[in-house]
């Protein structure tokens, strides 16, 4: 049995963000257990897509569509979700809901990865978006790593903490049989 890609979404749109390396790190780690995966990086989405790409334009927008065939293509997501102003970004929810409702993510599987410079690792964001995954009748992994604290954007200042690295291994081991 051939195992099932794995999207990783860095799930922010801002250039250079340390979701985009946490991303390209959990890939490389289910590389590493020889698992298929790509990165989807929101730093991808076209700058007009807010305008071009949905409601009464949705299925319009090239650059949009492209992204929206990978999503739709995808059985099994890994959202890599900074805190923004006690929640998620808007732009992943402005990205959620330009896809396709509700087969994009119905009877889909995905996990959660929280990364914050405070002290609760984007707790009320991975709820919120659980809240909107169970919505969208998506199985969400109950492993949800809180990478707190985070007060550089390095990779190096989460890969330096054991506990982070560890529950990261852990989830994407299993990910990979979820």
Do not use: W
């Not at 071009?52 to 099994?76: D, S, V």
């Amino acid at each position: 049995m051939i195992p099932t890609q794995i999207t990783v979404i860095a799930a922010t749109n801002r250039v250079g963000a340390l979701s985009a390396q946490i991303a390209a790190h959990y890939a490389a780690l289910l590389e590493q257990k020889g698992h298929p995966r790509q990165v989807l990086s929101l730093s991808e989405l076209p700058a007009d897509f807010i305008a071009k790409a949905l409601y009464e334009h949705q299925g319009q927008h090239a650059g949009f569509n492209r992204l929206r065939a990978i999503m739709e293509a995808t059985q099994k997501y890994v959202f890599i979700v900074p805190e923004y102003n006690g929640s998620f970004p808007g732009v992943l929810k402005a990205f959620i809901d330009g896809l396709q409702f509700p087969d994009t993510f119905k009877g889909k599987k995905c996990a959660l990865v929280g990364v914050s410079k405070g002290p609760q690792g984007a707790t009320q964001a991975m709820s919120h978006l659980t809240d909107i995954f169970h919505y969208l009748r998506m199985h969400v992994h109950p492993l949800k790593p809180r990478l707190a604290g985070i007060q550089d954007s390095q990779l190096a200042t989460v890969l330096a903490n054991a506990h982070y690295v560890k529950l990261l291994d852990e989830q994407a081991t299993s990910m990979m049989a979820y």
